[in-house]
T-cell receptor, first 115, second 108 residues
Framework: EAGVAQSPRYKIIEKRQSVAFWCNPI?????LYWYQQILGQGPKLLIQ????????DSQLPKDRFSAERLKGVDSTLKIQPAKLEDSAVYLC?????????????FGDGTRLSIL | DAKTTQPPSMDCAEGRAANLPCNHS???????VYWYRQIHSQGPQYIIH???NNETNEMASLIITEDRKSSTLILPHATLRDTAVYYC?????????FGTGTRLTIIP
C-alpha cells in the first residue's frame, strides 16, 4: 500500500514570506495529523482532522498557521507570515480512524528553512 | 511533556539482539505502549504497540511487565539499518506525545 505522500521535500524562504505544504494520506484513512519537528526534538502535534473536520488544533499558532482538508482526503498546511522560529520539519501522518489502538503512519516530511 | 523515560543512547553489535528499555510508571489502564523509530531524514516509522500482553510482529517484540510500569522493545537480529532514534510513547485518549527517545547505534 502506498504510504503518506508529502511535498515539497525541502523549502527555503525568507522571513515574512508565506509557504504551503501538501499531504496525501494513506487511502481510506479518515484521520490526518500535522506535526512540527524542531531539530533535536520529537514531533509535536499541530492539528488533527477527522475526515474534513478539525478534532484538535490547540497547539496550532492560529495567528500565522492554517490548515484545511476540504474534501476529507488531502490536506494543506500554510504559514503566513513565516518567522525564523518556524524552521523545522513538518510531518503529516494518517490513521485509519483516529482510535487509540490504530497506529499513525508518517510521511517523510517537508524540511523548512527560514532565512 | 512526554511521560516515559528512556536512556538517551545505546549501542548494539550487528547481528545481536537490541533490547531497548522504557519506563512508564504513570501509565493508565486504557493507555497503550507504542514504539516508533525515526531514521535520519525520514518520518517516524510505526514499530509495534501493546496494552497488557506481549506482542510480536515482523519487526520486533514488545515485552510489557505485569504491572505495566515498564516495557522492553526487542529487535532480535540488529542490522545497520536499525540505527535510529526509538520513541516509546504512552498513548491513551490524548494526543501522541513524543519525547526525545533513545538513539540506537548498531556497530558493525
Amino acid at each position: 500500500e502506498a504510504g503518506v505522500a508529502q511535498s515539497p521535500r525541502y523549502k527555503i524562504i525568507e522571513k515574512r514570506q508565506s509557504v504551503a505544504f501538501w499531504c496525501n494520506p494513506i487511502s481510506g484513512h479518515a484521520t490526518l495529523y500535522w506535526y512540527q519537528q524542531i531539530l533535536g526534538q520529537g514531533p509535536k502535534l499541530l492539528i488533527q482532522f477527522q475526515n474534513n473536520g478539525v478534532v484538535d488544533d490547540s497547539q496550532l499558532p492560529k495567528d500565522r498557521f492554517s490548515a484545511e482538508r476540504l474534501k476529507g482526503v488531502d490536506s494543506t498546511l500554510k504559514i503566513q507570515p513565516a518567522k525564523l522560529e518556524d524552521s523545522a520539519v513538518y510531518l503529516c501522518a494518517s490513521s485509519l480512524d483516529g482510535e487509540v489502538n490504530q497506529p499513525q503512519h508518517f510521511g517523510d516530511g517537508t524540511r523548512l528553512s527560514i532565512l | 511533556d512526554a511521560k516515559t523515560t528512556q536512556p538517551p543512547s545505546m549501542d548494539c553489535a550487528e547481528g545481536r539482539a537490541a533490547n531497548l528499555p522504557c519506563n512508564h510508571s504513570t501509565i493508565s489502564g486504557n493507555e497503550y505502549v507504542y514504539w516508533y523509530r525515526q531514521i535520519h531524514s525520514q518520518g517516524p516509522q510505526y514499530i509495534i504497540h501493546g496494552l497488557k500482553n506481549n506482542e510480536t510482529n515482523e519487526m520486533a517484540s514488545l515485552i510489557i511487565t505485569e504491572d505495566r510500569k515498564s516495557s522492553t522493545l526487542i529487535l532480535p537480529h540488529a542490522t545497520l539499518r536499525d540505527t535510529a532514534v526509538y520513541y516509546c510513547i504512552e498513548h491513551g485518549n490524548e494526543k501522541l506525545t513524543f519525547g526525545t527517545g533513545t538513539r540506537l547505534t548498531i556497530i558493525p
